[in-house]
């Protein structure tokens, strides 16, 4: 039995160029599409194997095209290729249940043997996007902060001074900062500044939910 599979992306002339390459008693093309939501539609009516998908393109996004596969036909795998290799791209689709990610000069036999172990649900993963993983996995994870830290935290995001947080916390202002010097000392920096960041990267803080 050929692999079954649909080819996602906005670019007409790269799902005919990928096209190409699956086109044999191997693999069976039952589909494509050019975004998210009109690859939901193929995939019910195809009901692939696996979905070879870009991630940026117009109405739904890779991302969120993973999620929906997860829901709505959990057996399909879903196999990353595009040419975007950042923690933005390739952390969400990973989380998202994605199986394999490739970057689009990835050689033609290499892609082929992808599909094939995403087919067997074996996780496939370029090198550079296997490196930025597991930099992620041994990068020292900052400590937890007290409902009282992140309380002077969440102030400080949105501009208050020492004062105003001692004022609006019912604190003295020396007790504010004695709050800040531990927030730096367990997100490991050296400002204000560079603490909120930190918090928003690690997830400590989010936007529009820190009142």
Same mark, same amino acid.
């Given at each position: 039995m050929p692999i079954r599979?649909?080819?996602?992306?906005?670019?007409?002339?790269v799902r005919d160029g990928l096209r190409g390459i699956f086109t044999d008693d191997e693999f069976e093309v039952v589909g494509e599409a050019g975004d998210g939501l009109e #690859?939901?539609?193929?995939?019910?009516?195809?009901?692939?194997?696996?979905?070879l998908t870009d991630l940026r393109m117009p109405r739904m996004a890779g991302a969120e095209l993973i999620r929906r596969l997860r829901e709505q036909a959990p057996g399909v795998r879903v196999l990353v290729l595009?040419?975007?290799?950042?923690? #933005?791209?390739?952390?969400?689709?990973? %989380? %998202?249940?994605?199986?394999?990610?490739? $970057?689009?000069d990835t050689p033609r036999?290499?892609?082929?043997?992808?599909? +094939? #172990?995403?087919? +067997?649900?074996?996780?496939?993963?370029?090198?550079?996007?296997?490196?930025? $993983?597991?930099? +992620?996995?041994?990068?020292?994870?900052?400590?937890?902060?007290?409902r009282r830290e992140l309380e002077v935290l969440s102030l400080i995001s949105r501009g208050a001074t020492n004062r105003e947080v001692a004022r609006k916390l019912f604190i003295t202002e020396a007790t504010v900062k004695t709050h800040l010097l531990h927030v730096f000392a367990k997100l490991d920096v050296k400002d204000r500044a560079a603490a909120v960041a930190a918090a928003y990267e690690?997830?400590?803080? +989010?936007?529009?939910t820190d009142d």
């Open positions: 599979l649909i080819i996602v992306d906005d670019h007409p002339i #690859a939901l539609a193929v995939v019910g009516r195809t009901r692939p194997d696996v979905v595009t040419t975007f290799d950042n923690d #933005a791209d390739v952390l969400p689709a990973i %989380e %998202e249940g994605a199986t394999g990610y490739l $970057l689009k036999v290499e892609l082929r043997r992808a599909v +094939r #172990a995403a087919a +067997r649900g074996e996780t496939v993963l370029s090198p550079s996007v296997a490196g930025l $993983l597991t930099q +992620r996995i041994r990068a020292p994870r900052p400590q937890r902060l007290s690690s997830g400590l803080l +989010r936007p529009g």
